[in-house]
């Protein structure tokens, strides 16, 4: 599955560069901005998966860009910190990907049968819930998700 992952992302990643010359990570934290906005770097890193620190500086380079505003609790532009939003700019790409991302999608697809599709689905949905849910726990607590290993007599 990580082989399978990793070679799939690094193709988005190059469709994505060449099509719309921002990265793939860059998009997909539009998307999280577009769906969850106003948010914060904080929750956009936390609702993604990734390293505040990360976020942060994809942020500043979107806004830059003119992809993303931030503005402050008085509802005036800030320069640091403040809720983020798409701006018109942002959300026309938004748009865009998400056309191009399901044709890519679409056209990878079409070597599965609709019965191989419903059960390729449901299994991508049962593995994200538990992949999530250990994610949760570990970040709570790590020591309860991979405790040292003991066989079924009790040994270690």
Avoid: H, W
């Avoid at 070679?7 to 539009?30: C, H, N, P, W």
């Avoid at 914060?40 to 976020?55: H, M, P, R, S, Y």
């Avoid at 798409?86 to 049968?113: D, F, H, P, V």
């Amino acid at each position: 599955m990580a082989l399978f992952t990793t070679v799939a992302d690094r193709t988005g990643q190059m469709f994505f560069q060449r099509r719309f010359k921002i990265s793939l990570r860059e998009y997909r934290l539009i998307g999280v901005v577009g769906y969850t906005q106003p948010t914060t770097v904080l929750k956009l890193a936390d609702e993604c998966f990734l390293d505040k620190a990360q976020v942060s500086r994809t942020v500043i380079k979107l806004v830059d860009a003119g992809y993303l505003s931030r503005s402050a609790a008085d509802g005036k532009r800030a320069s640091r910190g403040g809720a983020l939003q798409l701006t018109r700019k942002g959300t026309e790409l938004l748009g865009q990907g998400l056309k191009y991302g399901r044709e890519l999608n679409t056209a990878a697809l079409t070597i599965l049968s609709d019965d191989e599709l419903r059960l390729f689905s449901d299994c991508l949905d049962r593995l994200l819930a538990l992949a999530t849910t250990r994610y949760v726990q570990a970040k709570r607590n790590p020591s309860l998700l991979y405790p040292d290993p003991i066989d079924a007599r009790g040994r270690g």
